[in-house]
């Protein structure tokens, strides 16, 4: 197979340009070759994506990723969204991503021993990305061709799905550039900046996607590949209070980022994020392994900066909490008595510096993300309305107004108009082949939303669950802040 096989040659002029490199930090020549090998193996992998996205585009069910995660009733952006919807088109997204990081890392600043020792790492880990995307093969053909696809999970035909997964790809492609920046003493603080800022993004957008489409009432759930990809994140932030120690951080967001992998991609926890049980899943072991010997190194941390070792003590909370699933589940009770009070303390001691501080917005936008953040986690309530077709909560009267149902090849919409003195309500029911998802209907005011998911209809009845999810809009203000924050320091980032 053409896709296949442009793939495999990629593999092989990344490998190639690695051990160019690696021959570089003794003579500098042999770097030129190697800087050309990359960018050959940079346009293979993206000729191999574009090929894929083409058959996911014109349905060619022939190709097992293609029946898998689409269907020709899919929206022209949930083909394209599909592209990184199953576990080998993610792979090959992040290998591309990793590999046009390096590109551009290469092009920044100066080409000398420590640069060629930095990429030697870099297209390490891309010769290792595209490797096992040799071994799961997003090209594998079926023995004849089907008239249409399985399609994408339902509860990802969402337009997060399209920009979320490339925001946490990129992002872990820069904290690989960090990693191995530290590893040849090359450190650029802009660089750690950028990474936090895609990794920040993504978590966000995660947290949104997951309150709009999950039908739960919640944006963070602690669900074990959620608390994974919060620990680079909490690494790298670390990483910018840090005064000494900051190799350390460097070397644990990697280990993080690899640790992500393996969550996600092996199965061994139950994660409705994960991809289920993949025997390649376990190589990111291996990775692990490998990202953490210079950690050993570096084990010291000689730091007393209180908001560095705050956020040390979150990483061991969520990195425990995680852990601890292989034997037990862990609930949310566990993370409200030992995380909530470490966020507490971050809170007060940014409130403490605000106004001295020269991040202002971002410090406004973390005391603003704990208020919202803890009274989602301790004061949102619940409560399950059958209307038949009135109905009344805490002195809030619902009527039941009207059921309906349309048909689209894709699926089946059944839709209630509900009439209420907060307002007009119309949630709905998505009905698919492959299974059925409540699209919430939400009711924002400053203070309070509003939350409503349909679980069951009738011709005559309705089953809501009906939450009050108090200050949720200081999330979504102190997350933007936070963003926006970093967006006002304009950085620059020199390589």
């Known amino acids: 197979?053409?896709?296949?096989?442009?793939?495999?040659?990629?593999?092989?002029?990344?490998?190639?340009?690695?051990?160019?490199?690696?021959?570089?930090?003794?003579?500098?020549?042999?770097?030129?070759?190697?800087?050309?090998?990359?960018?050959?193996?940079?346009?293979?992998?993206?000729?191999?994506?574009?090929?894929?996205?083409?058959?996911?585009?014109?349905?060619?069910?022939?190709?097992?990723?293609?029946?898998?995660?689409?269907?020709?009733?899919?929206?022209?952006?949930?083909?394209?969204?599909a592209l990184w919807a199953g576990k080998e088109g993610s792979l090959l997204l992040w290998a591309f991503a990793s590999l046009l990081v390096t590109s551009i890392f290469t092009n920044y600043g100066v080409k000398d021993l420590r640069k060629a020792k930095a990429l030697t790492v870099l297209t390490?880990?891309?010769?290792?990305?595209?490797?096992?995307?040799l071994l799961s093969n997003p090209f594998e053909v079926l023995p004849f061709k089907y008239n249409n696809g399985i399609g994408m999970n339902p509860l990802l035909r969402t337009p997060e799905m399209i920009i979320h997964p490339p925001l946490v790809f990129f992002g872990y492609s820069l904290v690989a550039c960090i990693y191995a920046g530290?590893?040849?003493e090359i450190e650029n603080r802009g660089l750690v900046k950028l990474a936090w800022a895609f990794l920040t993004a993504g978590i966000v957008l995660g947290g949104f996607w997951a309150y709009r489409t999950l039908g739960w009432g919640g944006f963070w759930g602690w669900d074990p590949v959620e608390n994974a990809s919060l620990l680079p994140w909490l690494s790298l932030t670390a990483y910018l209070?840090?005064?000494?120690?900051?190799?350390?951080?460097?070397?644990?967001?990697?280990?993080?980022?690899?640790?992500?992998?393996?969550?996600?991609?092996?199965?061994?926890?139950?994660?409705?994020?994960?991809?289920?049980?993949?025997?390649?899943?376990?190589?990111?072991?291996?990775?692990?392994?490998?990202?953490?010997?210079?950690?050993?190194?570096?084990?010291?941390?000689?730091?007393?900066?209180?908001?560095?070792?705050?956020?040390?003590?979150?990483?061991?909370?969520?990195?425990?909490?995680?852990?601890?699933?292989?034997f037990r589940s862990v609930d949310r009770s566990y993370y409200l008595i030992t995380f909530t009070p470490i966020f507490f303390a971050t809170a007060i001691?940014?409130?403490?510096?605000?106004?001295?501080?020269?991040?202002?917005?971002?410090?406004?936008?973390?005391?603003?993300?704990?208020?919202?953040?803890?009274?989602?986690?301790?004061?949102?309530?619940k409560e399950t309305i059958i209307l038949s077709p009135n109905g009344e909560v805490d002195g809030i009267e619902f009527y039941l107004q009207d059921v309906s149902s349309?048909?689209?090849?894709?699926?089946?919409?059944?839709?209630?108009?509900?009439?209420?003195?907060?307002?007009?309500?119309?949630?709905?029911?998505?009905?698919?082949?492959?299974?059925?998802?409540?699209?919430?209907?939400?009711?924002?005011?400053?203070?309070?939303?509003?939350?409503?998911?349909?679980?069951?209809?009738?011709?005559?009845?309705?089953?809501?669950?009906?939450?009050?999810?108090?200050?949720?809009?200081?999330?979504?203000?102190?997350?933007s802040l936070l963003l926006l924050g970093l967006i006002s320091q304009k950085f620059r980032i020199r390589l």
């Open 1 to 81: 197979m053409v896709g296949f096989e442009l793939l495999l040659i990629s593999a092989f002029f990344s490998a190639l340009s690695s051990l160019l490199f690696a021959l570089a930090t003794k003579r500098l020549k042999y770097a030129e070759f190697a800087e050309v090998f990359l960018y050959v193996s940079l346009s293979l992998c993206f000729a191999g994506m574009l090929l894929l996205l083409h058959y996911l585009i014109t349905d060619n069910f022939s190709i097992y990723y293609v029946y898998a995660y689409s269907q020709r009733e899919m929206g022209f952006e949930y083909k394209i969204a």
């Open 124 to 133: 390490a880990i891309n010769s290792f990305l595209l490797i096992l995307i």
């Open 182 to 184: 530290h590893l040849a």
């Open 241 to 326: 209070h840090a005064r000494k120690g900051k190799e350390f951080f460097a070397y644990l967001s990697m280990v993080f980022v690899a640790f992500t992998a393996f969550v996600t991609r092996s199965g061994i926890l139950s994660s409705v994020h994960s991809f289920g049980e993949d025997p390649t899943g376990w190589i990111y072991l291996f990775l692990i392994l490998a990202c953490s010997l210079p950690l050993i190194r570096k084990w010291e941390i000689e730091d007393r900066c209180y908001t560095s070792l705050i956020f040390g003590a979150m990483i061991v909370v969520v990195l425990l909490g995680t852990v601890a699933n292989l």
């Open 349 to 381: 001691l940014t409130l403490y510096r605000l106004r001295s501080s020269t991040k202002k917005l971002i410090h406004l936008g973390v005391i603003l993300l704990f208020i919202g953040a803890t009274s989602v986690w301790f004061f949102e309530s």
């Open 406 to 479: 349309h048909w689209n090849p894709e699926k089946t919409v059944v839709k209630a108009k509900i009439l209420s003195s907060i307002g007009s309500i119309e949630p709905e029911i998505h009905v698919y082949p492959q299974s059925t998802v409540s699209k919430a209907f939400i009711l924002n005011t400053p203070l309070m939303d509003y939350y409503f998911a349909m679980k069951s209809a009738g011709s005559n009845f309705v089953e809501i669950e009906f939450y009050r999810v108090p200050l949720i809009a200081l999330v979504w203000l102190g997350s």
